[in-house]
């Protein structure tokens, strides 16, 4: 598509989906959605200072990362050579820095007359050491964007004259899928899929997780990270290395999906994309009552919401031992997740509120 002041291009800047299943919210995928509605979108993957530099360590995947991502403040700075006036540049929270208190992007983006849009992915407001940067990054940004109410009013809380704009984080339908389930007579599967800071999440349901395995043995499946973390348990469990090209195959067919979380001011703000990947899989996720949670799922339909131990340990208990009815809520969670939280779904949410604060981006068809 041709430059034009009228249809600005899009500059998406956010991790890569190797990394995290979160990065579903802004994917190659959802980059084409915007492309077919008329959007010139490109799609600029930045990989943290620390993975990069551990995985040219090890010689992993070391020529591909050398050829098409480079660290990220030099990837920044690259990306800053094709950004011209108008474009609008997205900017997907701000844990891909280095050094995060560091504005030198956000300024150059205003120096040349582009747009910078700044998404909050968490609630950073809430973090000793992010908050600053946070703050600095709201009073910079042309448009302020956030996943959750709870995030909107985390920021209204911080600066009352600010409208931010929820803009949805949607999940990659197209590449999580729900496949064949398993053969009834299997050991049922339960699974806790995640980023490597959150594993945490697994002690806290170590008793819980001990007396439901206590009751009827289930199959405890890890998802997380490059490296094998060390979980005291009680029971026995396995470990997957995070792929996204295998992300469908691991977690498809489990009978649960694991979603704790603490009642923290952080966590009331979290978009669930931890929910979301489970339902696309078409698993019912079993989660803490709080935040996002009680959004997106329909408490008894496609997964359940529980607030005790008590409960969870019942709820889980339900699903472990009835594969009919995991599979029944697992197939409405993926039909929920289509209609509800697919590219598809929420684009036209996305390109409706740009269009109405930086005029019309969509070229004609």
């Known amino acids: 598509m041709k430059q034009s002041s009228q249809h600005p291009r899009i500059f998406f800047l956010t991790h890569p989906i190797s990394i995290k299943s979160g990065s579903d919210c802004i994917s190659s995928s959802g980059v084409e959605v915007l492309r077919k509605l008329g959007v010139d979108s490109e799609l600029c993957e930045l990989w943290p200072n620390s993975l990069a530099k551990l995985m040219l360590k090890d010689g992993r995947r070391s020529g591909h990362l050398l050829f098409k991502y480079v660290v990220s403040p030099i990837y920044s700075w690259l990306a800053l050579k094709r950004i011209r006036r108008d474009d609008i540049v997205w900017m997907y929270d701000i844990s891909l820095y280095g050094n995060i208190q560091s504005l030198w992007f956000e300024k150059a983006l205003k120096t040349k007359g582009a747009r910078y849009i700044f998404q909050l992915h968490d609630n950073w407001l809430s973090v000793p ?39 949805r984080g949607p999940i990659d339908v197209l590449r999580l899928q729900a496949l064949d389930p398993p053969e009834p007579s299997s050991i049922p599967k339960v699974i806790w899929t995640g980023n490597p800071k959150n594993l945490k999440e697994i002690p806290n349901a170590r008793e819980m997780l001990g007396r439901v395995f206590a009751k009827h043995p289930f199959d405890f499946v890890v998802i997380s990270g490059c490296r094998k973390p060390a979980l005291d348990l009680t029971i026995p469990w396995r470990w997957f290395p995070y792929d996204s090209e295998r992300e469908s195959e691991r977690i498809s067919g489990s009978c649960a999906g694991l979603a704790p979380l603490e009642d923290t001011a952080y966590a009331r703000c979290k978009d669930v994309f931890k929910v979301k990947t489970y339902m696309a899989c078409g698993v019912p996720p079993v989660a803490t009552a709080i935040g996002n949670s009680l959004e997106v799922i329909r408490d008894g339909e496609t997964g359940f919401l529980v607030d005790s131990q008590v409960a969870w340990e019942e709820r889980l208990l339900e699903l472990v031992t009835s594969p009919r009815r995991a599979r029944v809520m697992g197939m409405a969670a993926r039909k929920q997740c289509v209609e509800q939280y697919s590219h598809a779904a929420i684009i036209p949410e996305w390109i409706a509120v740009l269009e109405n604060r930086f005029g019309k981006i969509r070229e004609s068809l």
């Not at 959750?148 to 803009?167: E, K």
Request: with cysteine; aromatic share 2%.
């Open 129 to 167: 050491g992010y908050r600053e940067a946070a703050l600095k990054r709201l009073d910079l940004a042309d448009l302020v964007a956030c996943l959750t109410p709870g995030l909107r009013n985390a920021i209204r809380g911080v600066r009352p004259q600010m409208d931010p704009q929820i803009l």
